[in-house]
């Protein structure tokens, strides 16, 4: 068992997506409606504000970033700060906002929608792909997770968060998810399964919400690393660092009482650790 080690303070409120993309640490506070960059090597800390919940940032062909805001994916240009919508997406369901995503070696953004208020199964994993965002055919669920994509991109592993379980679609040729099989179940004890990546093997790494810890499972679903936290709420991680063998997590304040914050004053912080396999290569959203 490992321990992860403070890394950056922050205070997020829900801190979340972070990803590494030219030598820089790129995270969200989904509540607080910010996106932020840290380089590690100077230690700065910059951040802009987004006008609406954002859950996630991923980094564009065209240059910036596409980010996942309440209503739906916008480019955002870091230069200036502005935002240019690219499509709206459940506009029918004013409570819903997106919530995780991850982009495939051809470009495509797979990303969920979860209902804000964490009670109505209006969750739902689309696909981005030449333009276009279309609903897959993965179950609906109240709190989407991930997706995390495998090196070869022949599969997406989607987390139900309150229903506590990953499932692995095969991605078929089509760009459509074939039905799903069980990956990983967990208990009470384990906390909620938050964000996940994969890195270069194929393994997935998955945050544990109120868990205390990031875990990470063999394509095969045994789990191989578990890395313990001073703080109960993990979002995510993200490989980085100059060989990819570096972690950073995601952490959150939202949920924990003001006695809890007394015991937990790093939570809402950047965490970070090694790990013995690198980051999968990272791929750009083509839009």
């Not at 640490?25 to 802009?48: E, M, N």
Request: charged share 20%; hydrophobic share 40%; aromatic share 8%.
């Amino acid at each position: 068992m490992q321990q992860a080690e403070h890394c950056l303070t922050v205070g997020a409120t829900l801190g979340e997506g972070p990803i590494w993309v030219d030598d820089a640490l790129w995270f969200v506070d989904i509540k607080q409606q910010r996106i932020y960059r840290h380089d590690p090597a100077t230690g700065s800390l910059d951040h802009w504000a987004s006008p609406e919940m954002v859950g996630w940032v991923v980094p564009a062909e065209r240059g910036g970033f596409v980010a996942g805001l309440q209503s739906g994916p916008h480019h955002f240009d870091p230069a200036t700060g502005a935002f240019e919508r690219l499509a709206e997406i459940d506009a029918h369901l004013p409570a819903n906002r997106l919530n995780d995503a991850a982009v495939d070696g051809q470009g495509r953004i797979w990303f969920g929608t979860m209902d804000n208020d964490e009670t109505a199964l209006s969750g739902r994993l689309f696909q981005w792909a030449a333009g276009l965002v279309t609903p897959t055919a993965a179950d609906p669920v109240c709190i989407t997770n991930g997706p995390a994509i495998s090196p070869d991109d022949s599969t997406l592993y989607h987390v139900d968060t309150l229903g506590k379980v990953i499932l692995a679609h095969p991605i078929l040729s089509d760009g459509t998810l074939g039905p799903a099989i069980e990956f990983a179940r967990f208990g009470e004890e384990d906390g909620h399964p938050d964000g996940a990546i994969c890195d270069a093997e194929g393994g997935v790494w998955v945050g544990f919400y109120g868990g205390w810890a990031a875990r990470r499972y063999g394509p095969d679903g045994v789990m191989t690393d578990d890395v313990r936290f001073p703080v109960s709420n993990i979002t995510k991680i993200a490989l980085g660092g100059p060989d990819g063998r570096t972690a950073y997590a995601t952490t959150a304040r939202q949920g924990l009482s003001a006695e809890q914050l007394e015991e937990q004053t790093q939570a809402g912080d950047i965490f970070t650790f090694r790990v013995q396999v690198s980051a999968k290569p990272l791929h750009r959203a083509h839009i």
